[in-house]
């Protein structure tokens, strides 16, 4: 089936960020602490949070495409939203621990020593790194069309920034405002715990069947550019992972035959799939109203 030849493929980018991540995650974790800079620790905390979210795409990618079985007639897509889940819990520890030692050292009256510029360079690196990361699962993300892949690579476009911002506050730790590194290490936290909970919140609104009412127009579009169908009754979807389910409902003239009926079934169904990659569609037909 193409959707699992699709999530095959997008291991790819799971496995660059799950590298990037623990390479990137080490070098400012072991600089950031040499160096004294609590934003380059900060971001290294970041992006070791980030590698779980990495792990939790690939072994959702790993489990969605095991095949439908006896439990899972529907086969195992939502493996995805539950990984994801996961994942924004860890991710929230991190970003509340980020916040207390950032908050402390912010509000602390000693003197805070402006890290090396060493850092800067460290940040600044990790910024370009990301950037390429970024580009590359994005690339990746819309020839397969995996809206979990699609997520990580926002999540690199994000640390990049980060990583931007961290060489600002470094930067602006050297003209005596040392308080800045802090600054900048809190407003990290923050942004670990809004990712947590963006995470959590798409996840949550996934799972419990939830789906936007403007994406479903292209849908009713096309079944109703299918010849014999009289009215669209009723059309909802769901998101499956990467992938979304369907159940329409139709309107056709009573006299037609259950052969034609159930070939416009056959019709829908198909077109739902060439033209947004819907794999699974429940169509239900009822004769149109006629007119008195």
């Not at 942004?191 to 609104?205: G, V």
Request: aromatic share 8%.
């Amino acid at each position: 089936m193409r959707r699992y030849e699709e999530l095959r493929k997008g291991e790819s980018g799971a496995w660059l960020s799950i590298g990037t991540y623990l390479f990137l995650a080490s070098l400012k974790l072991v600089i950031g602490y040499i160096f004294l800079s609590q934003a380059l620790i900060a971001d290294g905390y970041n992006n070791a949070a980030d590698i779980i979210v990495s792990v939790a795409v690939l072994v959702g990618l790993r489990i969605s495409q095991k095949p439908p079985d006896d439990d899972h007639p529907y086969g195992h897509f939502r493996a995805e939203h539950i990984a994801a889940l996961l994942a924004s819990f860890i991710m929230a520890v991190i970003g509340i621990q980020v916040l207390i030692n950032a908050g402390t050292s912010l509000f602390n009256r000693e003197t805070v020593e402006a890290p090396s510029l060493i850092t800067a360079w460290v940040a600044g690196f990790s910024a370009i790194v990301m950037l390429l990361v970024y580009r590359y699962n994005r690339k990746l993300a819309k020839k397969i069309n995996s809206q979990a892949l699609m997520a990580a690579s926002q999540d690199n476009k994000n640390d990049a920034l980060v990583s931007v911002g961290v060489v600002i506050g470094i930067i602006g730790s050297h003209f005596h405002l040392g308080w800045i590194d802090s600054l900048t290490a809190f407003i990290i936290g923050l942004i670990i715990c809004y990712t947590a909970w963006s995470i959590f919140k798409d996840a949550s609104h996934s799972l419990t069947d939830g789906f936007n009412d403007e994406a479903l127009s292209p849908f009713i579009s096309t079944v109703l550019a299918i010849e014999g169908i009289e009215d669209v009754l009723a059309l909802k979807a769901r998101q499956v992972g990467s992938t979304v389910y369907a159940d329409v409902t139709i309107a056709v003239q009573p006299s037609m035959t259950v052969k034609k009926s159930h070939d416009i079934a056959d019709s829908i169904e198909q077109a739902l799939y060439d033209e947004h990659d819907i794999p699974h569609t429940t169509v239900h037909i009822e004769p149109a109203k006629q007119d008195a």
